[in-house]
């Protein structure tokens, strides 16, 4: 994907994220039963950074989809600049930023960068225990946050988008998107973010196919002198079985149901949980000989 490119994405970005959602129903169809439990498609990682100035060319794309894999670059010139980056952490589920920025003097006719990642997974939600009435669905929470930044002179273009889309086989269950963009003719703001809980239903031992993604661009042709741009974007989600309790009953979705990740969704390393004190974990604990751990 070419700098030059993603402008004219910009303006075509809802048919953009409905190819992706197509494409991974599409990619995914063998799942045609949904209780058969097979294995979970692995989680992909796709990352890319491009810069170009007037034909010098800089960056790289990531090489194995099943990690993430942090890139940076730049082009530096005494009357021209440009940089960029993609970044993941802290450990736990997936979380990126991409960033970029350019300056230019004089010297070049076009210079401009783009940052790119996108991460595709699939989760399902299994029982662990018996609950106590029959249950169909679920009540699934997330927790997503997403920005998207687009500042700089107008005469240097500069464009953001953070999204996240959840769907099953029977339609889309939740769509999170930030955008940004400098450019003065264009409806979005300099500035977008979203900091959501949002709850959802699932079918038990069924699949959900999920997409995340960030991306950050700038860029200028026939750029004049003193101008300057920067853009970034950031997309952070976290997944879980809802602690409501299940109708007509005392026990919680979470007590008898759990959400089973893609491989790879955790690549960025597992957090270690820290479980509450209290008396019965602490006397548990000098039972066996061990010191409480919190």
Do not use: C
């Amino acid at each position: 994907m070419t700098t030059k490119d993603m402008r004219s994405e910009r303006s075509e970005r809802s048919t953009w994220r409905a190819a992706i959602a197509a494409a991974l129903i599409l990619a995914l169809g063998g799942l045609a039963h949904p209780a058969s439990a097979q294995p979970l498609n692995a989680t992909q990682w796709f990352e890319s950074l491009s810069i170009d100035a007037d034909g010098q060319s800089g960056g790289s794309v990531g090489v194995d989809e099943a990690q993430p894999e942090p890139l940076a670059g730049n082009l530096n010139h005494a009357n021209w600049s440009l940089d960029g980056d993609v970044v993941f952490g802290p450990a736990g589920p997936p979380h990126a930023t991409t960033h970029v920025s350019g300056s230019h003097q004089s010297g070049l006719s076009f210079l401009g960068a783009t940052g790119y990642v996108m991460i595709s997974f699939e989760i399902r939600v299994n029982a662990t225990g018996n609950p106590p009435v029959p249950v169909n669905s679920v009540t699934m929470r997330i927790h997503s946050q997403g920005r998207a930044e687009a500042h700089g002179d107008v005469e240097f273009f500069a464009s953001a988008l953070a999204f996240l889309d959840l769907g099953a086989e029977t339609g889309p269950l939740v769509s999170l998107e930030a955008r940004a963009t400098n450019d003065p003719n264009d409806n979005d703001p300099n500035q977008d973010s979203f900091n959501e809980v949002r709850s959802f239903s699932a079918q038990p031992n069924s699949v959900i196919f999920g997409s995340m993604a960030a991306t950050a661009t700038v860029q200028a042709e026939v750029p004049p002198s003193g101008i300057s741009a920067n853009a970034e974007a950031f997309i952070d989600p976290i997944i879980e079985v809802s602690d409501d309790f299940i109708p007509g009953t005392s026990t919680r979705y979470s007590d008898v149901f759990e959400v089973e990740f893609s491989d790879g969704f955790f690549a960025l390393g597992e957090p270690t949980a820290v479980e509450p004190a209290s008396w019965s974990r602490v006397k548990s604990a000098y039972a066996q000989g061990h010191r409480p751990v919190r």
